[in-house]
């Protein structure tokens, strides 16, 4: 049972566009949405969060925006730039546990220049 | 400052053998954390730990798979007698959260590849 799904395996966007990255899950104890990045070779890096009681969180080219009774989280770029590519990963935690992360599959962003 | 490491990353061995995977967290991060990634999937939980303390292993597969963190610093995940099918990236990450703290984010090393042949 996937109880965080990102539908989008790839998205292409051109250079200074916006790219925006979707996720969806199920579980309602769920109160802490992060999204990570990553590049080849490399382990996922922090990007961004959201906690249930916001719905909207921005920093620099980055906004989440959270949908609490649609279950559905989405991450703006804009612009989008070429070192943006890398694949993106949704993932969200019920705090009031260990704070285990429970990931999506990834969605690949390629930004063409 | 340094990183989340782990080493090795990458180890190939034979059906049947032990592996010992070894994973150093930031400096003072209580939490630890201990993921498993399919090729084309997002990391899957396998176990947590809060100082030495194992309070979650609800991850992982089986009896073969074991973790400890008997200073609450360094972890070491163990597969026994390994499978084909324990071949992945295993990550480890690490977290200044402690429990019931507010929620910090997890910062990943850069992983493990298993190969098991």
């Known amino acids: 049972d996937q109880q965080v799904k990102q539908n989008s395996p790839s998205l292409s966007v051109q250079e200074g566009r916006i790219s925006i990255l979707n996720c969806d899950y199920t579980?309602?104890?769920?109160?802490?949405f992060l999204w990570y990045k990553k590049y080849p070779a490399e382990g996922p890096t922090f990007l961004i969060s959201?906690?249930?009681?916001?719905d909207k969180n921005e920093d620099g080219r980055f906004t989440v925006f959270l949908n609490k009774s649609a279950k559905h989280l989405s991450l703006h770029i804009v612009p989008s730039q070429p070192g943006d590519s890398a694949v993106y990963f949704c993932a969200a935690s019920d705090s009031g546990n260990t704070g285990k992360l429970i990931f999506g599959q990834g969605t690949t962003l390629q930004v063409k220049p | 400052g340094a990183g989340v490491s782990q080493s090795p990353r990458y180890k190939v061995t034979k059906r049947g053998q032990d592996v010992a995977l070894r994973c150093d967290p930031i400096s003072g991060h209580v939490s630890l954390y201990w993921y498993r990634q399919a090729l084309g999937q997002g990391p899957e939980f396998l176990t947590y730990?809060?100082?030495?303390?194992?309070?979650?292993k609800s991850g992982l597969p089986n009896d073969r798979f074991s973790a400890e963190r008997p200073e609450g610093s360094i972890s070491t995940l163990t597969i026994q007698r390994t499978e084909q099918r324990d071949s992945a990236m295993y990550r480890c990450?690490?977290?200044?959260?402690?429990?019931?703290?507010?929620?910090?984010?997890?910062?990943f090393g850069p992983g493990t590849r298993l190969t098991v042949l």
């Open positions: 990450a690490s977290s200044f959260r402690s429990s019931g703290a507010p929620y910090n984010e997890q910062f």
């Open positions: 579980n309602s104890m769920f109160d802490y």
């Open positions: 730990f809060n100082y030495e303390a194992q309070q979650d």
């Open positions: 959201i906690s249930s009681i916001k």
